[in-house]
Every structure is written in C-alpha cells, then in structure tokens.
C-alpha cells in the first residue's frame, strides 16, 4: 500500500442525482507518471480535483501517501502536491519571479533560498531567469506561461505534481517542444506525476502507465505498449485515429 | 461686487464652509467603505446573499435624499443632530456602488486564476488578500470614484437640514436672491467633485497599470 | 490599528470634531427680523469686545439654527421664547411670560448645555391689529373691547393662522368674538394693504412689523392672554461665555434694551425704506448711545 502515493477505493462523486465519477478504483505509483486519458465529459479531470480536494467526495476514500486525503488538512495537502492548468492561472499582477516563488514563500522559505529555488526551477523549464523574472504574463507567450505554470508547481518541490491538460492550449508546435521537454524533464525529477489529457499521442509520449476514463469509469490500466496493442473496445477509436502516427513513436521511441 | 472680490471678502466663510463639506463627505466615505467593502466580500463568498444586499442597497439609494432626511428626522439620537443624521443618510447613498463594484471586482477574478490559487495551497484570506483583492482594487477605486462624486453632491442638501456644508451657502444665496453668494456655494461643491473625481481615476488608472 | 479601535475612531469622527474658527459666529433666521437682530448683536459685540465676528445668517429656521448651536457652527443666536418652548423643546405651550422664560432657560441648560439670556425687551407675537382712527373712535383698547363690536367688523388673516389650533379658532372661543363673515384669507404680504384700503377692518400680523409705526395701526391688548410669550432671547453656547465673559457682560446690557417700536422702526426701515440691515443697525446703536442707553 505505501507504494501508492494516491490510491482510489470505490470513490463516487455526484452533483445532483448525476455521477460524474462512478465507483473509481486507482492507484497511482511512487514516482510513477500516469495519464488519465478521456473525452470530454469522461471524469478525468472530476477525478483529478478530487485528489487535492478542489473538489469533495463523499463516497468512497482518496488516500494520499497512505491517508485519506480528509484526514490531511486541506491547505497542507494542497502544497504538498503541485498543480498546474491549461490556462497557466498565472497571477497577473505578479511578475514570473513573484508567481514562481509563490508557494516556498507561502511556507516560510527565507529569501535566499527562495532566489536560489526561482533560478533553479526557470533554468529547468528553460526560462532564462535574467530575461524572464521581472516580466509579467500579459507580456509572454501561451507556451512561455505554461512553462512558468510548470515552474511554480515545482517550487516547493512537492512529491507529487497533478497536470490538468496543461498543454491543451497551445498551438501544435509549442505543445510538442513542451511535451519533449516535459519527457525530459520527469526523468531527472523523481515525482509521482497524474496527468490529465485527451491527446493519445501526449499519453503514449510521457505516461508510464494510461488510465482510459469512459464516462465516469475506469476502462482499463495499460502501460503505452499495452495500450497500442490492445483490441478493447474503448481503445480502438483512440488507435484508429493514431494509426499514422505510429511510425514516428516507433523510430523516436 | 463680482463674483472673485466676493470670494476674496468671503475667503474665511467659504473655507469654513467647505471644511465642513469635505468633513460631511469624508466621515461618509470612510463608513461607506467600511461598511461597503466587507460586504462586498461577504457577497463573493456567500452568492444567496446578493439579491437581498443588493437589493436593499438600491432601495436605500432610489430613496430621494431631501426624503430620506426628513425620514430619518425622527429616529432617536441619529435625528437629535443634524451632521449625525447627515452623515448617516450620506453613507447610505455611497454604499451601492462600493458593495456592487467591490462585489463585480471579486466576482471578475479569472477562473483560472482562482482555481491554480486555491490548488496551490492558498487559504481563504491569503486568497482574498494576495490575490482577489489586488486584483479588484481597480473596479473597487471606480466604485468609491462614483459614491464620492455623489456624496458630495447631496451633501449640498444636508444644508437645508441644518447640517452646514456649502449647501448654505446656496440657500442662503436663494434667500436672498443674491447669484453671488449662491455661486459661493455651487463652485465649490463642483470643484470639489470633480477634483476627486479626477484625484480617484489618477488612483484607478495607476492600479490597472500594475495590476492586469 | 486593529478593528475595534478603527471603529471606535470612526464612531468619535460622527461626533464632530471639525475644527472651528476662532472667535464669535453668529446666526440668524432668514426673515427681516432676525437679520436686524443678527446685526445688532454682530455690531454691538464687535464693538464692545476685540473679537473678530462671523456672521452665519439666513439660516432657513428654528430647526437649522438649533442645529447650528449644537454643533458650534454659530455660538449664538435670538430665539424666541414660545417657540423655543413648542417647537424645540416640545413642551406645551404655556402664557406666563416668566414662567415659559424660566422654563425655557432652565430645560436649555439640561438637556443641552445652552445658556438662554434675558430678552432683549420685546416680543413678536401675533397682533390683532386695527386701523388707529377705528380703534380710537370705537374706544377699542384691549380684544376683549372688540367682542361687543365684532359683528360690525371684518377680519382678514393669513392661511396658516386660519389652520392653526393656537390661531383663529382658538382666539374666536377664548374671546368669544363672532366677525360679520367668515375670516378673508389672504397671503401675509397682502394683509396691510388690504386693511389700508378699507377691505378688511382688522387683521392677524405680528406686532413688531414695520408697518404698524408707519401706518398708524394699533394693536389690541391680548388681555386675556391667549397667545403664548415670544419673548426675543439670546440663546447662547456655554463654552464661549466661559471663553470670553465679557460677552455675557455685553449681552446683559442689551437686554431690554429693545423695545417693540424701536423693532417696528427697523424693521420698517428695511422692508419699507429699503435700507440695508447693518446700516440701519448702525444708525440705531449710534443714537442708543447718544443716548447713553449702551
């Protein structure tokens, strides 16, 4: 069990009489990155807030590192895991080095470390700090946001990083730099990463394992080779429509 | 006498009167916003609440003010005197567009915004105050721009009520069925308006700079 | 500042605390009276103290000029007695001149710490007023004279006197006076034009107006004491007679001082000779003081 750093058991999630989420059971791997993977309306998202409690359950447990996230006080919990959004959310009247420094001077850091932390987490997501720190996000692109959304989720260094679509918004080039960096980046940082997507390509790309979502439920967990191979009927539609494309993993993989 | 010996003989009366003005206004203000922005966030939190506060806060203000003054003469101790009174009704006039528009600038937070600062880690106050705040105050200063702008105004009123002011000023001038006096009163009251009118956008304008 | 003591400070601010000029401001109500009376006291006390005066006048009433006491905007300013009785104090009225003035005087000084000075030596109170040869020929001296010959008389008033319990009604009962016709109501500027040319033979003014010295008018003794006192009062704030005592002692040798002729001369001066206030104040001291009245 202290293997899983988020577990799912029999979680049930309604608004009204509707169930967005139906009787989920996951468990996310220590260090692992599992996509969640869906079409609109499938959960996936529903089933990533509940993990940081932006939304409730209230049937069912979500354990975070071993303990039912209810039991965490929901601030602490919060800023033990980073959270970064298709639209960034930057802070608009925060400069990048403001946004990023948000949660670290939040806890207390002292300013030193703080600086040195900014500088650290902008050189990884490949912002130089001389250029960028003093900016503010009206003066940067959809991809350089993303990075600095990234970035500010890694701040604190939290163990475990939720990823909402985060490169949902941006046009087809900038995505594919980001998700190749982003490939890059969660080999040299051991987090468990849960990350939320309905592009097949950016699930083969970066997950370790995929979680296929339908509708509320839990289709199947299936590692990327699993996944291309598979014959169930949730997994063909997303196969068809990547056939031509698998030739490119093949020779990049 | 032309109208610029009268403010040179008058100098001392018309400062005297436009202290109390500006005291009248002032004082109002003060509670307008006191009151006003708090409630405003209360409204942004609790959204059952909207119609009813604002839908008081319109009452209070479609409530014409010479009524509201002759209303609010009977009330005990507030009508025993005239500024109190004054000062009460003036407040009430302000609040509107203080809770409305601190309540659109809360409301007006981006989405995304809101939800990476809550998923962050932030509490309810370090949200208010680092992020929902900051980012209103712009629409906030326009809502205190427009209550000030009418605050001064009715307060000429208060004058029939006693109250003082520049309104004096205008009445005594009505009185007398002297332009001069009356104008006395009516320069300073517009200047007053207009200069915090413009002494407010100068605030708003600098706030948006930073801020968006 | 945490919150309580901010509210606290805010609660201190609606009490008041506005600078105020130094020196003596004085107030007035907006008729021709009162502005004679404001200038009297403005000019009398400039002179007989080094104070500068502000002058705060017009204000539209009893209610204003109470507030403007309250709140040291004016420090001073003449009041008369049954009003300040009915109308501020809200007692009923009562008709012993002493009485209502002690009463007055003493009710002031509790409930808000006012000082209210012996009159100045006059009253304005509502006046029968006849034509000066009818009341002479008829031997009318007093309103109880007139109940015998007031089938023959007719009688013109004004419409708030006609409404007010305290106006006609009350004066026909208490006097038992039954005119040939109903009262002729009228607007109050009217009022001695229309005794001049004969249309009415008696009307309801007040007694100081100027118009009864220049026309030759008598007014009929309210022996009977129907109406109120309206003595004319300084009514003044404490704390500047305790500044400034010379003051009071300047006001104390105004008092009666004024008698109903001299206000019906000056206000006469006004509203007839059209004069300026100051300048017929001005006239009126200079001649007290040749005198040797002040």
């Known amino acids: 069990?202290?293997?899983?750093?988020?577990?799912?058991?029999?979680?049930?999630?309604?608004?009204?009489?509707?169930?967005?989420?139906?009787?989920?059971?996951?468990?996310?791997?220590?260090?692992?990155?599992?996509?969640?993977?869906?079409?609109?309306?499938?959960?996936?998202?529903?089933?990533?807030?509940?993990?940081?409690?932006?939304?409730?359950?209230?049937?069912?447990?979500?354990?975070?590192?071993?303990?039912?996230?209810?039991?965490?006080?929901?601030?602490?919990?919060?800023?033990?895991?980073?959270?970064?959004?298709?639209?960034?959310?930057?802070?608009?009247?925060?400069?990048?080095?403001?946004?990023?420094?948000?949660?670290?001077?939040?806890e207390g850091w002292d300013g030193s470390r703080i600086d040195a932390r900014v500088k650290e987490v902008l050189r990884l997501v490949e912002l130089p700090y001389d250029q960028f720190a003093e900016r503010y996000p009206k003066e940067l692109s959809g991809g350089q946001r993303q990075r600095v959304g990234l970035a500010r989720a890694l701040a604190a260094d939290p163990p475990i990083l939720l990823m909402d679509e985060p490169f949902g918004a941006l046009d087809p080039i900038t995505r594919a730099e980001l998700q190749q960096e982003f490939a890059g980046l969660k080999k040299k940082l051991s987090k468990t990463v849960v990350f939320v997507t309905h592009d097949v390509t950016e699930a083969l790309l970066l997950g370790d394992r995929i979680a296929l979502m339908d509708s509320g439920t839990l289709k199947g967990i299936f590692t990327p080779l699993e996944f291309i191979r598979s014959t169930d009927k949730f997994v063909q539609p997303y196969i068809s429509a990547f056939r031509a494309g698998l030739q490119i993993l093949d020779s990049g993989a | 006498m032309s109208l610029p010996d009268f403010f040179v003989t008058h100098k001392r009366e018309v400062l005297t009167l436009t202290a109390e003005h500006l005291w009248l206004v002032g004082v109002s203000m003060l509670l307008a916003i006191a009151i006003g922005v708090p409630l405003g966030i209360l409204l942004s939190r609790r959204p059952a609440w909207r119609s009813l506060v604002l839908g008081a806060s319109n009452i209070m203000q479609t409530i014409p003010s010479l009524a509201l003054f002759g209303l609010l003469l009977p009330v005990p101790w507030l009508g025993s005197r005239a500024d109190r009174l004054a000062i009460l009704a003036l407040t009430m006039y302000a609040l509107l567009p203080v809770i409305r528009n601190t309540y659109v600038g809360i409301a007006g937070v981006d989405a995304p915004v809101r939800e990476a600062a809550i998923g962050m880690g932030l509490t309810q106050r370090q949200l208010l105050w680092q992020v929902e705040l900051p980012l209103a105050s712009s629409v906030i200063i326009a809502g205190i721009r427009t209550a000030t702008v009418i605050t001064v105004g009715v307060a000429t009123i208060a004058a029939a009520i006693g109250a003082g002011g520049l309104g004096e000023f205008i009445f005594r001038g009505l009185a007398m069925v002297d332009n001069n006096v009356i104008l006395a009163g009516a320069i300073p009251a517009a200047l007053m308006a207009l200069s915090a009118d413009l002494l407010l956008a100068l605030v708003q304008r600098s706030l948006v700079r930073t801020h968006h | 500042m945490d919150r309580r003591s901010f509210l606290a400070a805010l609660a201190l601010l609606m009490t008041g605390c506005v600078?105020?000029?130094?020196?003596?401001?004085?107030?007035?109500?907006?008729?021709?009276?009162?502005?004679?009376?404001?200038?009297?006291?403005?000019?009398?006390?400039?002179?007989?103290?080094?104070?500068?005066?502000?002058?705060?006048?017009?204000?539209?009433?009893?209610?204003?000029?109470h507030q403007a006491l309250l709140a040291g905007r004016i420090d001073m300013y003449v009041e008369y007695t049954g009003t300040a009785l009915v109308a501020i104090l809200k007692q009923p009225p009562s008709f012993d001149h002493a009485a209502v003035f002690n009463q007055v005087k003493n009710l002031y000084a509790q409930r808000f710490g006012l000082e209210v000075l012996p009159s100045l030596g006059f009253e304005n109170t509502f006046a029968m007023v006849m034509r000066g040869n009818d009341a002479r020929r008829l031997k009318l001296k007093t309103l109880s004279d007139v109940a015998a010959v007031a089938p023959q008389l007719r009688l013109g008033v004004g419409y708030e006197f006609l409404e007010r319990p305290d106006g006609y009604p009350g004066l026909a009962a208490k006097y038992g006076l039954k005119f040939a016709e109903a009262p002729r109501v009228m607007d109050l500027g009217l009022l001695y034009r229309a005794l001049q040319n004969n249309q009415v033979d008696m009307v309801a003014g007040s007694n100081t107006d100027g118009l009864i010295a220049a026309?030759?008018?008598?007014?009929?003794?309210?022996?009977?004491?129907?109406?109120?006192?309206?003595?004319?009062?300084?009514?003044v704030r404490r704390q500047l007679l305790e500044r400034h005592p010379e003051v009071a002692a300047a006001l104390h040798r105004l008092s009666g001082r004024i008698s109903v002729d001299d206000m019906r001369r000056m206000n006469y001066a006004v509203d007839g000779g059209k004069k300026d206030a100051a300048v017929v104040v001005r006239e009126f001291l200079e001649q007290a003081r040749n005198k040797n009245l002040l």
Request: aromatic content about 8%.
């Open chain 1, 1 to 106: 069990m202290s293997d899983s750093a988020i577990e799912f058991i029999n979680v049930t999630y309604r608004i009204g009489n509707r169930a967005l989420i139906s009787d989920l059971n996951l468990a996310v791997h220590r260090g692992e990155t599992l996509m969640l993977l869906g079409r609109s309306g499938s959960g996936k998202t529903t089933t990533l807030k509940l993990i940081n409690r932006l939304l409730e359950h209230e049937e069912g447990k979500v354990l975070v590192d071993g303990r039912s996230n209810v039991e965490w006080d929901a601030i602490k919990l919060r800023r033990h895991i980073g959270f970064a959004i298709q639209e960034a959310g930057l802070f608009p009247h925060y400069t990048v080095r403001q946004n990023v420094a948000l949660v670290p001077r939040l």
């Open chain 3, 19 to 65: 600078p105020r000029p130094s020196g003596l401001s004085i107030g007035s109500k907006n008729f021709t009276e009162q502005l004679v009376l404001g200038e009297l006291l403005a000019q009398y006390l400039g002179q007989s103290t080094s104070l500068p005066i502000e002058k705060r006048f017009y204000l539209a009433g009893s209610y204003i000029c």
């Open chain 3, 215 to 235: 026309l030759d008018l008598v007014v009929l003794e309210d022996n009977l004491h129907y109406f109120p006192p309206y003595d004319a009062v300084p009514i």
